[in-house]
């Protein structure tokens, strides 16, 4: 069993930049694929970002250029900083941890994002 508990989130203006964390209650370092999802308001969840644990990463084509996610395996800790903030990244966003030797997935509760002015 993996706890995941995400920070960060709040309201910010359209071009600022927010930095969320994940925190896990276990070690992350092997077999855990990280990933950072969103769901705005009506709208289905969708993938934003994962980090494998060799540090590969990968991220949805809305979000290139302006988020970078990282992991900090010491801390068992995953980051999403996220820059260039619009309206259209207004969500709640959920961190994932998959367990690549059994494929046992975790999520965390989420953390509200508000890009407004």
């Known amino acids: 069993q993996v706890q995941l508990v995400e920070s960060g989130g709040g309201l910010v203006q359209p071009g600022g930049s927010l930095r969320l964390s994940c925190a896990a209650s276990r070690s992350i370092s092997s077999f855990y694929v990280m990933s950072w999802h969103r769901q705005a308001p009506g709208q289905q969840r969708e993938f934003v970002a994962h980090v494998t644990s060799g540090g590969s990463t990968s991220y949805v084509d809305s979000v290139k250029g302006r988020f970078t996610i990282s992991r900090d395996n010491a801390k068992n800790t995953v980051y999403l900083q996220m820059n260039s903030l619009k309206a259209e990244d207004t969500a709640v966003y959920y961190c994932?941890?998959?367990?690549?030797?059994?494929?046992?997935?975790?999520w965390g509760k989420g953390t509200l994002v508000t890009v407004s002015s």
């Open positions: 994932n941890a998959r367990n690549t030797r059994d494929d046992m997935i975790y």
